[in-house]
């Protein structure tokens, strides 16, 4: 069975950081392209950072460059993104999202993915 699960979400004082996971069952993650996506209250969901198969290419919003990295440990086949510098804007509710085209690239666009993780909220609160 597919399936994509996260963890890491939280609440986290402005200028904190946190690490989200999403742990991938059912195939590998190294051949496909993985994406991190947002969704505030109110807002449409927004794509936060992408990584091409096996992470050849990757690509930031404007809004976290600089302070998001995303990355995946092909070991434990899981998608990770770093958070760090954190601001009351990032809050929102975080998706990783698998685009499962064999050797695909790196896209922020929603519906180009096909399989998506449950959701974890962050917080950026003081």
């Known amino acids: 069975q597919l399936q994509l699960v996260e963890s890491g979400g939280g609440l986290m004082q402005p200028g904190g950081s946190l690490r989200l996971s999403c742990a991938a069952s059912g195939f590998t993650l190294d051949y496909y392209a993985i994406g991190w996506f947002r969704q505030a209250p109110g807002k449409e969901r927004e794509g936060v950072s992408c990584?091409?198969?096996?992470?050849?290419?990757?690509n930031y919003a404007d809004s976290v460059k600089g302070r998001f990295t995303i990355s995946r440990d092909s070991a434990k086949n899981t998608m990770y993104l770093q958070m760090n510098s954190l601001k009351p804007e990032d809050t929102a509710i975080y998706y990783c999202?698998?685009?499962?085209?064999?050797?695909?690239?790196?896209?922020?666009?929603?519906?180009?993915?096909?399989?998506w993780g449950q959701g974890t909220q962050v917080t950026v609160s003081s």
């Open positions: 999202a698998v685009r499962r085209v064999y050797g695909s690239r790196c896209t922020m666009m929603t519906y180009e993915y096909d399989y």
């Open positions: 990584a091409s198969a096996r992470s050849v290419h990757t």
